[in-house]
T-cell receptor, first 115, second 110 residues
Framework: KAGVTQTPRYLIKTRGQQVTLSCSPISGHRSVSWYQQTPGQGLQFLFE???????NKGNFPGRFSGRQFSNSRSEMNVSTLELGDSALYLCASSIPSGGQGETQYFGPGTRLLVL | GENVEQHPSTLSVQEGDSAVIKCTYSDSASNYFPWYKQELGKRPQLIIDIRSNVGEKKDQRIAVTLNKTAKHFSLHITETQPEDSAVYFCAGGSNYKLTFGKGTLLTVNP
């Protein structure tokens, strides 16, 4: 099976702009989670989607939003970019396991640089 | 919410020695504890995981132990090799959310 894919892989934006990142999960996986990875804060949970519904979210401002489509592909959007949004954005897909913890498989990430 | 603490932040061992990384968690509802290995410039890769109804799990040179009462879990790597050098992350999860530790940079010296 093909792994999790993310596009684009690299992105340079300026402050105030907005950006949309895309994630295609492993075939058959219906849950997609998004994380922000920075050297100082490590991996921080943004949100998780299943069947087009957000089931949980982390402690990020409302500028960070996401959605999931009927084919399980997911997008995240960051509006009004700030310098501190520069990070590696990772998505991970999993097969839901009925409330037990779910094994997550990560994509290669999108590296965002905000100037 | 869940808080996962990971120690040490850096660990240097000689090839062939064992390495141990420890994590603590705060939320007693967490029921899933994976460990990921991330090499420089690459995606995190799952190396082993354990669920709250199990106390120990082994996979060749890697083992994980979980103490639910004390809310801590540990990764043990035996007979370390230079290719084990990477950043290792622990995580605790439930309710469709994983909380990660800050990572441990493991260096295995030949």
């Amino acid at each position: 099976k093909a792994g999790v894919t993310q596009t684009p892989r690299y992105l340079i934006k300026t402050r105030g702009q907005q950006v949309t990142l895309s994630c295609s999960p492993i075939s058959g996986h219906r849950s997609v989670s998004w994380y922000q990875q920075t050297p100082g804060q490590g991996l921080q949970f943004l949100f998780e989607y299943f069947s087009e519904t957000q089931r949980n979210k982390g402690n990020f401002p409302g500028r960070f939003s996401g959605r999931q489509f009927s084919n399980s592909r997911s997008e995240m959007n960051v509006s009004t970019l700030e310098l501190g949004d520069s990070a590696l954005y990772l998505c991970a897909s999993s097969i839901p396991s009925g409330g037990q913890g779910e094994t997550q498989y990560f994509g290669p990430g999108t590296r965002l640089l905000v100037l | 919410g869940e808080n996962v603490e990971q120690h040490p932040s850096t660990l240097s061992v000689q090839e062939g020695d064992s390495a141990v990384i420890k994590c603590t968690y705060s939320d007693s509802a967490s029921n899933y504890f994976p460990w990921y290995k991330q090499e420089l410039g690459k995606r995190p890769q799952l190396i082993i995981d354990i669920r709250s109804n199990v106390g120990e799990k082994k996979d060749q040179r890697i083992a994980v132990t979980l103490n639910k009462t004390a809310k801590h879990f540990s990764l043990h790597i035996t007979e370390t090799q230079p290719e084990d050098s990477a950043v290792y992350f622990c995580a605790g999860g439930s309710n469709y959310k994983l909380t990660f530790g800050k990572g441990t940079l493991l260096t295995v010296n030949p």
